[in-house]
């Protein structure tokens, strides 16, 4: 498949709010085009400028978009395990005021926000290896196309910016799935007994988390897809931070509690 395409496949599947926060790839290639047909003069240096100008008003955009986010999930994921604590501290088993029935529905509820939370983030990553992936390849066009130097300096550049940097979003996706693993972990029996009572008193509440799930699932094989089907050079992708069996375990973790 086509960067092109993929990157508009990957546009319409994460979540609506995102959807003006992607590569302007079109337009970027448009530019290249015009650069790469223009003769040498005023116009053609014109053409670039507005390119190199577009370039750095994405990597503005990426950072602004991505560090907003990394904000959020920071208090998003602490606020979490507070939910967790209180819960457990009030309606848990040792309790001040314990209920095995509130126990159970609170903690139902945290476990599907986790979850949703989870999939943002997991689509955060790939929303980094994407643009990223977007701004190679249309450095790299340009480059071959008009002859000129761009890519290596740019990228270099690139490196260093916040929204290429997901080590924490990483370590808080490892953290979610670390909690409901330990804190959430039930027989398969029991999840779907409870996906059926659910669904019979109110059949339309899995709308969103099955949006997310379905998303983050198409995030994560769009990531290793990416980082498998490139060659190794100093524009690759690094390394993908959940090995193949950490993904696995993921994509079954999540697909037993969503639907919950």
């Not at 498949?1 to 609506?16: H, Y």
């Not at 994560?220 to 993904?247: C, G, H, Q, W």
Request: charged fraction near 30%; include cysteine.
């Amino acid at each position: 498949m086509k960067f092109g395409k993929r990157l508009n496949q990957q546009i319409q599947e994460t979540l609506p709010e995102w959807r003006d926060k992607f590569l302007c790839y079109k337009d970027l290639k448009k530019l290249v085009r015009l650069i790469s047909s223009s003769p040498v003069g005023s116009e053609s240096e014109k053409v670039e400028a507005e390119f190199v100008y577009l370039l750095n008003a994405e990597i503005e955009k990426f950072n602004s978009f991505f560090m907003e986010q990394e904000e959020d999930f920071i208090i998003r994921h602490e606020e979490l395990q507070q939910r967790i604590q209180r819960v457990i501290a009030i309606l848990g088993p040792n309790g001040s005021h314990p209920s095995e029935i509130h126990y159970k529905e609170e903690m139902g509820r945290i476990r599907n926000d986790i979850v949703n939370f989870h999939g943002e983030m997991v689509l955060l990553e790939n929303y980094s290896s994407i643009n990223y992936t977007g701004l190679a390849k249309i450095l790299k066009k340009y480059d071959k196309r008009t002859g000129g130097l761009l890519r290596l300096p740019f990228i270099q550049k690139v490196l260093q910016q916040p929204f290429f940097t997901t080590d924490l979003v990483s370590k808080l996706v490892k953290e979610c799935e670390n909690t409901i693993e330990a804190v959430f972990s039930t027989s398969l029996e029991e999840q779907e007994g409870r996906r059926r009572r659910r669904k019979e008193r109110d059949p339309t509440n899995t709308v969103v988390g099955h949006s997310i799930f379905r998303n983050t699932i198409a995030a994560l094989v769009t990531m290793k897809e990416m980082r498998r089907s490139s060659t190794y050079s100093e524009f690759s992708l690094p390394p993908l931070n959940l090995a193949d069996s950490d993904i696995i375990q993921s994509l079954q973790l999540n697909s037993a509690i969503t639907i919950l």
